[in-house]
């Protein structure tokens, strides 16, 4: 079974508009952590936002922000006010306790449109 | 700060060769990780590397190795390559602490022919 999942290959935002990219996880871990990565056509991987599975609140980091929601199991990125920098590929990704390792998710391409 | 740095960026050779890749990452961080992204597989976990030990080792053939040395540089091996070995190569550090995050180089990418 897939551990993490993206279930939109590519997405269109008008400039200046909000945009959320789900991504649902699967673990039977307590402990875990979520994160988002961006990836432009560069291909280097830049870091977004943290979600660590026992925060109580939302992660935000300036335009980011992560829709946590535990019971449900997903952890949904959020940009706001979308530049047209913010095209790129946007991975979920999680780690799970003991496996130092990253699961990725297959990604979603966003594009920005003026 | 420096980043992560991976070399070379780029990088085309033939099948059967083989090739080593290097990391070096952020100043501090003692954790090193390697992934493989292919258009097909997507992100796929090597190993990770702590403080020169191989902690964790993902689903590849024997083929694929790593070290990592004191200064906590680490470089990764591939011998005898197969066209399928054509991806990108990604290298993230880490200071251990999962809040803290994985930072990434820009990746070596690998042509076999």
């Known amino acids: 079974a897939q551990k993490i999942t993206q279930t939109q290959p590519g997405m269109f935002v008008q400039e200046k508009e909000a945009v959320t990219l789900d991504c649902t996880y699967d673990?039977?871990?307590?402990?875990?952590?979520l994160f988002w990565y961006k990836q432009p056509s560069s291909g280097e991987m830049i870091f977004l936002i943290y979600q660590g599975s026992y925060d109580e609140q939302n992660a935000t980091e300036g335009r980011y922000s992560l829709n946590f929601q535990k019971a449900r199991k997903s952890a949904n990125l959020v940009i706001s006010a979308s530049q047209l920098g913010d095209s790129a590929m946007y991975f979920c990704a999680m780690r799970e306790t003991g496996r130092r390792a990253l699961t990725f998710g297959s990604g979603t391409r966003l594009q920005v449109q003026p | 700060k420096a980043g992560v740095t991976q070399t070379p960026r780029y990088l085309i050779k033939t099948r059967g060769q083989q090739v080593t890749l290097s990391c070096s990452p952020i100043?501090?961080?003692?954790?090193v990780s390697w992934y493989q992204q292919t258009p097909g597989q997507g992100l796929q976990f090597l190993f990770e590397?702590?403080?020169?030990?191989?902690?964790n080792k993902g689903n590849f053939p024997g083929r694929f190795s790593g070290r990592q040395f004191s200064n906590s540089r680490s470089e990764m091996n591939v011998s005898t390559l197969e066209l399928g070995d054509s991806a990108l190569y990604l290298c993230a550090s880490s200071t251990g602490q999962v809040s803290d995050g994985y930072t990434f180089g820009s990746g070596t990418r690998l042509t076999v022919v």
């Open positions: 673990t039977s871990d307590q402990s875990y952590g």
């Open positions: 100043s501090g961080h003692r954790s």
């Open positions: 590397y702590f403080s020169e030990t191989q902690r």
